[in-house]
């Protein structure tokens, strides 16, 4: 049992040995690490940008370009503005139907009673 005891206490000592070391160990890490976080940031913002020119190519090309709502709205125009050239082409033609006619009535007014006053004098 003597042995057992021995390389028991001898296991005991071995174990205090590594704890110490790990304390001491991560004495020095700890600082090291803390440095090594504030000099490199987990998180950055990164700008990308393109040069100038290529820019203002891009946006050349996106003013000369058409836009589609601009089309939609544009045809939308067109056939409203068709509409209404039917619309008022045929008003413009019934009302000009409306002013023929009435243009004919005294005209017929006229000869019915020049008519009638050619019998009147017949008979009289």
Known sequence: MGILTTFARLLFELKNALNKLENTVSKYQEPESRKAEEKFPTEFEAVVGLPVDVTDNYGAE???RPNKQAG???LVLEFVAVGAAIFLSVSTFCTLEVVNGQLWKPKERTAISK???KNS???G
């Open 62 to 64: 996106n003013r000369e």
């Open 72 to 74: 939609k709205k544009r």
């Open 115 to 117: 008519g009638s006053f």
């Open 121 to 123: 004098s017949d008979h």
